[in-house]
């Protein structure tokens, strides 16, 4: 599954909160995490070596997400983004599977992100912080290359 480098990448690109949640500096899902790197449903030789994600308050009613990926290969590999969060389409640059990507905080603690490529879906994702805040899950809804639904799910350790 060589898709699942790009598919991290992009998954924690843009991430942000409709106008209507609470104030971006409420939510628990603003800091940095760290994908667990061993519980990725890959083969561990196609494993990047890391993934981080960090999200912070742009100011103005806007987030920046940064996502810094270490392929298997050891190549670095970075994707910035800063965006309004009400749920509308928004420019991802730099990504490695979407282009374009919409987002809504339904509440403090939980995401739920559309991604899409060349004007075509990409994938849904939805991120829930633990109730200690230490821990993010994210579930990933996609196509397989036979159009079949399929599903995975990846963890994110908090670093700060």
């Given at each position: 599954?060589?898709?699942?480098?790009?598919?991290?990448?992009?998954?924690?690109?843009?991430?942000?909160?409709?106008?209507?949640?609470?104030?971006?500096?409420?939510?628990?899902?603003?800091?940095?995490?760290?994908?667990d790197?061993?519980?990725?449903?890959?083969?561990?030789?196609?494993?990047?070596?890391?993934?981080?994600?960090?999200?912070?308050?742009?100011?103005?009613?806007?987030?920046?997400?940064?996502?810094?990926?270490?392929?298997?290969?050891?190549?670095?590999?970075?994707?910035?983004?800063?965006y309004?969060?009400?749920?509308?389409?928004?420019?991802?640059?730099?990504?490695?599977?979407?282009?374009?990507?919409?987002v809504?905080?339904?509440?403090?603690?939980?995401?739920?992100?559309?991604?899409?490529?060349?004007?075509?879906?990409?994938?849904?994702?939805?991120?829930?912080?633990?109730?200690?805040?230490?821990?993010?899950?994210?579930?990933?809804?996609?196509?397989?290359?036979?159009?079949?639904?399929?599903?995975?799910?990846?963890?994110?350790?908090?670093?700060?």
């Amino acid at each position: 599954m060589k898709a699942l480098c790009p598919a991290l990448f992009a998954a924690a690109l843009i991430h942000a909160t409709p106008a209507f949640a609470q104030p971006s500096s409420a939510s628990p899902l603003l800091g940095v995490w760290a994908v667990d790197v061993a519980k990725l449903p890959t083969p561990p030789a196609e494993r990047p070596k890391s993934v981080t994600i960090t999200y912070s308050d742009a100011g103005a009613g806007k987030w920046r997400t940064q996502v810094d990926v270490v392929l298997p290969d050891g190549k670095a590999v970075q994707a910035v983004s800063t965006y309004t969060p009400d749920g509308t389409a928004t420019a991802v640059e730099g990504n490695l599977e979407a282009d374009m990507a919409a987002v809504r905080l339904p509440e403090p603690d939980v995401m739920v992100t559309a991604l899409a490529r060349g004007g075509q879906p990409a994938s849904m994702r939805s991120y829930t912080v633990s109730p200690d805040g230490k821990t993010m899950t994210e579930t990933v809804v996609y196509f397989t290359a036979e159009g079949r639904p399929a599903m995975r799910t990846n963890y994110f350790n908090r670093v700060r």
